[in-house]
Nanobody, 116 residues
Framework: QVQLVESGGGLAQPGGSLRLSCAAS????????MSWARQAPGKGLEWVSG????????YYAGSVKGRFTISRDNAKNTLTLQMNSLKPEDTALYFC?????????RGQGTQVTVSS
C-alpha cells in the first residue's frame, strides 16, 4: 500500500533552517506529482509546495516563496523540502502528499516548531 514517511522536523530558531524528507513506497513515485502541506494549530491544511513527476513544474505558496525549496529524487523515491529563513509562523505539522495540491494521500506528518 502507499506509504509516505516524513522526517526532519524539529525545533528551529527564527532565521534558521530545517530539511524535511519524505520516503515514499507502494506506488510509482516517478510518475506521481508530490506536494508538501502544513497545518498550524487551529488552522486548516495549507498547500506549501508541489512538484510535478518530472520536476518541470513547481508551486510555492506566497508565504514561503524564496525561502523554501522543494526537490525530488526519483531514483530514491524521496521528496525533500529545504526550509530556510524560518519564521515563527512556519510552525506547523508538515505533511508529504501524493498529490498536486493539499488533497490526497498523506503521511503522518513531522512537526516543525520555530521559536527562540
Amino acid at each position: 500500500q502507499v506509504q509516505l514517511v516524513e522526517s526532519g522536523g524539529g525545533l528551529a530558531q527564527p532565521g534558521g533552517s530545517l530539511r524535511l524528507s519524505c520516503a515514499a513506497s507502494g506506488f510509482t513515485f516517478r510518475t506521481s506529482a508530490m506536494s508538501w502541506a502544513r497545518q498550524a494549530p487551529g488552522k486548516g491544511l495549507e498547500w506549501v509546495s508541489g512538484i510535478t513527476a518530472d520536476g518541470s513544474d513547481i508551486y510555492y505558496a506566497g508565504s514561503v516563496k524564496g525561502r523554501f525549496t522543494i526537490s525530488r529524487d526519483n531514483a530514491k523515491n524521496t521528496l525533500t523540502l529545504q526550509m530556510n529563513s524560518l519564521k515563527p509562523e512556519d510552525t506547523a505539522l508538515y505533511f508529504c502528499l501524493k498529490a498536486w495540491g493539499a488533497r490526497g494521500l498523506r503521511g503522518q506528518g513531522t512537526q516543525v516548531t520555530v521559536s527562540s
